[in-house]
């Protein structure tokens, strides 16, 4: 029997986003990669629509776009990718401004996605069930940070008063999400500080030329620990993509 996969990817464009979309749709791709091909070879289709987390009604209307255009009325799992991180500040040279751009992106944006997705996956997780199919997982994965993980001890030493608390909220509604949508697989993975356009920003603000870790590497682990994923055994923790799971 063949069994399809339905995955939303966020931020596919560039960095861990389009490493992750790599993985899964056998599109040629590094962190730097030129524009994607509409259409990649293989078995995988490959449906782009526009989801600016900024824009409140995107998430919503890309659902309604996926199932009006695409006929794709059900997804498997969500890899929220997407957050934006531009600036590394201490608490005491923070600019509100800045802290409000990144709860902008990272955090109301991020619930106004879990909002507009939440309903289609209720919908996959109640078909799911009434199928005779082993899998029937319905997965939420945030790709969180250990810059937002309060008992990293290598965090301590990063100032991260604008990004930082966006993604330690981003940690805490996944938990909520556990908590709450008992059909629903929802964790956090640090993807590691790695060479992507954000990691490497980040790395200049420490005097570094690029940050340490290999974002292939990253992707490579992440996908490991979503394969693996059950409610049991994923959901409400936060992952390494080392395949631990840590105190956040
Ligand atoms: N790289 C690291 O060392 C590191 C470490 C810890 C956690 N992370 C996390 O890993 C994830 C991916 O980061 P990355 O390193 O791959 O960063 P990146 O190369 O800067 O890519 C960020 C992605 O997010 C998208 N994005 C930004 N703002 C958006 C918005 N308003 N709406 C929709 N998409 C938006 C970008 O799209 P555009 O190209 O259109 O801007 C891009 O595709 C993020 O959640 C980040 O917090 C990264």
């Not at 997965?139 to 030493?157: Q, R």
Request: charged share 25%; hydrophobic share 40%.
């Amino acid at each position: 029997m063949t069994t399809t996969k339905t995955i939303l990817i966020t931020g596919f464009n560039r960095g861990l986003g389009r490493l992750l979309l790599s993985s899964y749709s056998s599109v040629p791709t590094t962190p730097s990669s030129p524009p994607l091909p509409v259409h990649p070879s293989g078995t995988t289709r490959l449906i782009i629509v526009k989801l600016d987390l900024n824009v409140r009604t995107d998430p919503a209307a890309a659902v309604k776009e996926l199932a009006e255009k695409h006929d794709i009325n059900t997804i498997d799992v969500v890899i929220a990718n997407a957050s934006t991180g531009y600036i590394w500040p201490k608490v005491r040279e923070a600019e509100v401004d800045d802290i409000r751009a990144h709860m902008e992106t990272n955090v109301f944006g991020f619930v106004e996605l879990v909002k507009g997705l939440l309903p289609v996956l209720e919908r996959t997780a109640a078909k799911k069930g009434e199928g005779e199919g082993e899998d029937k997982e319905v997965v939420w994965v945030t790709i969180g940070s250990g810059g937002g993980w309060l008992n990293n001890p290598a965090a301590a030493a990063v100032p991260n008063a604008a990004y930082g608390v966006t993604k330690a909220a981003q940690h805490y509604l996944t938990r909520k999400l556990h908590d709450e949508e008992p059909w629903l697989t929802s964790f956090s993975i640090d993807p590691g500080w790695v060479r992507t356009e954000m990691g490497n920003a980040g790395a200049r603000v420490l005097g570094l030329e690029e940050a340490y870790g290999d974002p292939e590497e990253s992707a490579k682990g992440m996908l490991k620990v979503f394969d693996a994923a059950t409610r049991e055994t994923h959901s409400g923790k936060m992952w390494t993509a080392e395949g631990e799971t840590v105190l956040f």
